[in-house]
């Protein structure tokens, strides 16, 4: 059992743009009369797409509270894993994975990447699979033990995730002894036992790369580390420094979930209200490629 999903952050963005949905309109982008409306259609459009594909579309953090770990046992046989298949594809990254123990206090699980040979890590932790596109990322005890015991009371097993293709956020990149570091906002600090950190992650960020025609083009590159302060080293330097760019982390929304939701807005907008009933068919058909049949 388990308590439903609990969103902790919220997409800072919606993945359609006011001005492209004013463009589909033909609604000059001086007119902001009814932005605030426009605005809810968006929205409203982008969740509809989320709960019916079971999927996350910007990046927003989620908290699930279980009941315990799997019932399966520890070995792995063809019976099944004793995995937990996290919710919300794509995934992006672990914040915490926690359970309470015998004793009732509350622990943080260790990561083993060793798939159990390494006899230094601790006996109870978590290997994971992280998964790709629509595909959930997976929690399990490392090859081949049980799940740590717990006390047996509600929500004893806590998980807090990061998912989503991506999201904008707002840097400044700085050149420091040589080292490029983006600031300003709180990476997942790549502390490898614990947690799954954000190197590896692309990152495009405008006005840092080369200088093309007096014009400074975007960065384009991947998060190389993060200290235990949140701040990211880039593996490429930027060419010029920025302060407040809006940056993008993350894999770009995918082409066919922007036009499903600029579609379903639009259709909320001739109706004068969010009404699914009489969907256009196209809307159907683009989630219907675009949704998670595992979690």
């Known amino acids: 059992m388990s308590e439903p999903l609990r969103l902790i952050a919220p997409p800072v963005a919606e993945p359609v743009t006011l001005t492209q949905f004013k463009n589909i309109l033909r609604i000059p982008l001086t007119d902001t009369s009814r932005d605030d409306t426009l605005n809810l259609f968006l929205q409203a459009a982008r969740e509809v797409f989320e709960a019916h594909c079971r999927i996350a579309i910007v990046t927003q953090t989620w908290l699930w509270r279980m009941d315990s770990f799997p019932m399966v046992s520890f070995a792995y046989t063809r019976n099944g894993f004793p995995q937990i298949a996290l919710p919300k594809p794509p995934f992006q990254s672990l914040c915490s994975f926690q359970y309470v ?31 790709g596109g629509m595909s959930p990322a997976k929690l399990t005890p490392p090859w081949a033990r049980p799940w740590a015991p717990q006390l047996m009371v509600p929500a004893n097993t806590i998980v807090q995730f990061r998912a989503g293709y991506g999201g904008p956020l707002a840097v400044s990149i700085n050149q420091a002894s040589n080292a490029l570091v983006a600031q300003g906002f709180l990476f997942n600090a790549d502390d490898a036992p614990r947690l799954a950190g954000d190197t590896g992650t692309k990152i ?9 025609n007096n014009v400074a083009t975007a960065l384009v590159t991947n998060v190389a580390s993060v200290d235990v302060n949140g701040n990211a080293t880039l593996a490429a330097p930027a060419v010029t420094a920025v302060a407040g760019a809006t940056a993008w982390l993350g894999d770009p929304v995918p082409t066919r979930l922007q036009l ?23 809307v159907d058909r683009l989630r219907r490629y675009s949704r998670n049949l595992v979690s």
């Open 101 to 131: 123990d015998t004793s009732g206090t509350v622990q943080t699980l260790a990561r083993d990447t060793s798939y159990g040979q390494n006899v230094a890590s601790p006996f109870y932790g978590f290997q994971m699979t992280p998964g």
């Open 204 to 212: 495009s960020i405008p006005g840092a790369g080369p200088v093309v």
């Open 260 to 282: 499903g939701i600029l579609f379903l807005a639009q259709h909320y907008h001739e109706q004068g209200a969010v009404v699914d009933s009489d969907e256009p068919g196209v």
